[in-house]
């Protein structure tokens, strides 16, 4: 049961994400799936949050921990995309 929920979830990921980059074109990038996915996903548990009455300082908390992993996630991603070679200016000979 839980495989074909995934699985339907997986499908419903892959439309919206065919459907943006039809119409936008701006999800080439990694980068920026990343950050569409992220404000989608923290808008639909803020949604979902208010719903269930969830103290919206825990929730707060609960975003401000995980803001930094996706920020140096885009950070890096600027400075040496995962596709380019290791090469680093120190270490040239």
Do not use: H, Q
């Amino acid at each position: 049961m839980i495989k074909s929920i995934l699985s339907m979830i997986k499908g419903i990921l892959n439309e919206i994400n065919e459907l943006i980059n039809s119409m936008f074109g701006i999800l080439k990038s990694k980068r920026a799936l990343l950050t569409t996915i992220m404000i989608v996903s923290w808008f639909i548990f803020g949604i979902k949050g208010i719903e269930n009455g969830t103290d919206m300082g825990e929730f707060a908390a609960y975003f401000a921990a995980l803001s930094p992993f996706i920020i140096g996630y885009i950070y890096g991603e600027t400075k040496r995309p995962s596709g380019s070679p290791m090469e680093n200016e120190c270490c040239k000979k």
